[in-house]
């Protein structure tokens, strides 16, 4: 590269060079072929009236020329080269950085210019990838804890049911029992982590779809658990047309949902609306429940956050849920609003696009 940028500079300074010497030579030139008959031939004046002729002139614009090749690509390396040392600046710290140090940056300073802007720029990158690892990490490690703790609780379930000499088959059932319910908590948090993943990946597929129907389908199957606890379902089912992943949607109203009724109190409400604000398709659920404090809500929609652990002691969370919603609705680019409420409980609302298609 700074090959060619030296050769490039040197060839634009040697054009200069030419340019200014048959700038200055073509008048001599001229100045000789005009020379009247019988007078001598008038050479270039100094002004103690001695004189070169226009021969010497050539001889030495010629040896300028030879001597000014060396000159330019002298002058056309160093150039290069200053121009390129922020490049190689930016090009070594990137490469540490791809090593795998991530909290290092370019830290550019003055002038600015094109190379401070793209330093910067890049500055910004490498802090999003840094946050996007750390948040990669996390998740693995809270992952693998939750994947780890129904594998562990089994194996102790089966050893000390093995270890028992005096296990009969009441005991044994017994311990598949507990056994079955610890691989149906795994396979439910296999599905959520799954449910995550595919949110996060994007929508691939754009339908024509109306939200009250999605929430009617899902409140039928979720109306059982809602009356073993005592909590009341109020719909306001407005039809709410918009575009989208019928399966991402579907998962984000379920997950709406469940979470309101998990995060509830017995003898509490939970209110679904779908209608349209303007030329959107809106959706929004309101619980009753435990008082969630203001600064805490971002928290809630990250993978594995929960604002108390086991809060009511059935193990049926994982703190995806309300991720699970956020991923959704990033990749269908909606709008979504959570609030407090002073009683109690949480406000949260979704609001999608018309039905045009992205």
């Known amino acids: 590269m700074q090959t060619r940028l030296a050769l490039a500079y040197a060839a634009a300074v040697y054009a200069a060079g030419v340019l200014v ?10 100045v000789g072929s005009t020379t009247p008959e019988g007078r001598p031939s008038s050479g270039v004046t100094t ?10 002139a050539l001889t030495g614009s010629a040896v300028a020329l030879v001597v000014l090749i060396p000159v330019a690509l002298a002058l056309g390396w160093f150039v290069a080269g200053r121009f390129l040392h922020p490049l190689r600046a930016i090009t070594a710290t990137a490469r540490n950085i791809s090593a795998g140090d991530l909290h290092r940056r370019l830290d550019l300073g003055e002038p600015a210019d094109e ?8 500055d910004g990158l490498f802090a999003r990838l840094q ?18 703790t129904p594998l562990a609780g089994l194996r102790t379930l089966l050893e000390v049911a093995l270890a028992d000499p005096g296990a009969d088959t009441a005991t044994l ?28 990946r994007g929508v691939t597929r754009w ?17 059982d658990r809602a009356a073993e606890r005592g909590i009341v379902l109020a719909e306001h089912l407005a039809p709410a047309v918009t575009a989208g992943d019928p399966k991402l949607i579907e998962s984000l109203v379920t997950n709406l949902i469940d979470n309101a009724i998990r995060h509830n109190h017995a003898g509490g409400q939970v209110e679904i609306t ?26 809630l ?39 407090a409420r002073p009683e109690g409980g949480l406000s949260v609302a979704v609001q999608f696009a018309p039905t045009t298609r992205k």
């Not at 311990?175 to 319910?181: K, L, V, Y």
Request: glycine share 10%; hydrophobic share 45%.
């Open 21 to 30: 010497l048959v700038l200055v030579l073509v008048p001599l030139v001229s």
């Open 47 to 56: 002004g103690s009236g001695g004189g070169i002729s226009l021969a010497q």
């Open 115 to 122: 190379l401070t802007e793209l330093g910067h720029t890049l």
């Open 131 to 148: 946050a996007s690892f750390d948040a990669q990490r996390h998740f693995v490690a809270n992952a693998s804890h939750e994947l780890r």
């Open 173 to 200: 059932r017994a311990a598949c029992r507990e056994a079955i319910a610890l691989g149906e908590h795994q396979e439910r948090l296999v599905r959520a982590l799954l449910a995550l993943a595919t949110s996060e």
């Open 207 to 223: 339908d024509t779809l109306d939200l009250a129907q999605v929430a009617e389908g899902v409140l039928a199957s979720r109306r």
């Open 274 to 299: 779908t209608g349209t604000s303007g030329a959107q398709a809106a959706l929004s659920v309101v619980n009753s429940g435990p008082v969630v404090p203001g600064d805490q809500i971002q928290r």
């Open 301 to 339: 929609f990250q993978p594995f956050q929960k604002l108390a652990p086991d809060r009511h002691g059935r193990g049926d969370g994982y703190g995806l849920g309300l991720a699970i919603v956020n991923a959704v609705t990033e990749a269908h680019h909606a709008t979504l609003t959570t609030s």
